[in-house]
């Protein structure tokens, strides 16, 4: 779609406010592609692992009765939530306000990818309408999950009063014209 909206589609749609989902955590990008070697070529192609995800993304969308994707712009926050260590209590004792930073983790960067491919043609479009994306990490909870709030950008039309002071500039001089 490179970018622009293409003419079949109908005009953007905007949510009336933010929409927050909760997914299952996601796959991270290190397990998302699997390569074979078939009659001496390398072939990848995109895990189990990842399509069982995009499936479950899928179902899980259905039952919030979200049937058909935005089309407009749109801004992700994404927040990562790690899985509550069963030792929790005792790094809270040891670590203090840090314990966190101890819990395992999939980098930021690892989990968008397989993620937003799951949101792709189904909350919205294409990629090229997300304007703005956040993502961060959460505090562990009892399982672990990604919770992804989705908003429109409306369009602004850029501030018409500062072109109308502006004088028109012909391009090209008339050399007729004194």
């Known amino acids: 779609m490179m970018g622009h909206r293409a003419p079949d589609l109908p005009l953007p749609i905007a949510l009336d406010k933010p929409l927050t989902l909760t997914f299952p955590y996601p796959v991270s990008a290190n397990r998302y592609w699997r390569s074979y070697v078939v009659c001496g070529h390398v072939q990848t192609v995109v895990s ?3 399509k069982a995800y995009r499936r479950e993304v899928a ?10 994707p935005i ?8 927040r990562l939530y790690p ?16 314990w966190e930073d101890g819990v395992q983790c ?3 960067d690892n989990c968008l990818k397989i993620l937003l491919d799951s949101l792709k043609g189904r909350v919205f479009i294409d990629d090229s309408f997300v304007w703005r994306l956040h993502a961060e990490r959460g505090e562990p909870k009892p399982e672990a999950c990604v919770e992804v709030t989705i908003e429109s950008i409306p369009y602004v039309k850029p501030q018409q009063s500062l072109f109308d002071s502006m004088p028109v ?3 090209i001089e008339d050399p007729f014209e004194s």
């Open 48 to 50: 189990a692992e990842a």
């Open 59 to 68: 179902w899980l969308l259905k039952l919030a009765k979200i049937r058909e």
């Open 71 to 78: 089309y407009g712009r749109i801004g992700l926050t994404i």
């Open 83 to 98: 899985k509550m260590p069963q030792d929790a209590r005792q790094r809270m004792r040891k670590f203090g306000d840090e």
């Open 106 to 108: 999939q980098d930021l």
């Open 169 to 171: 500039q012909p391009l």
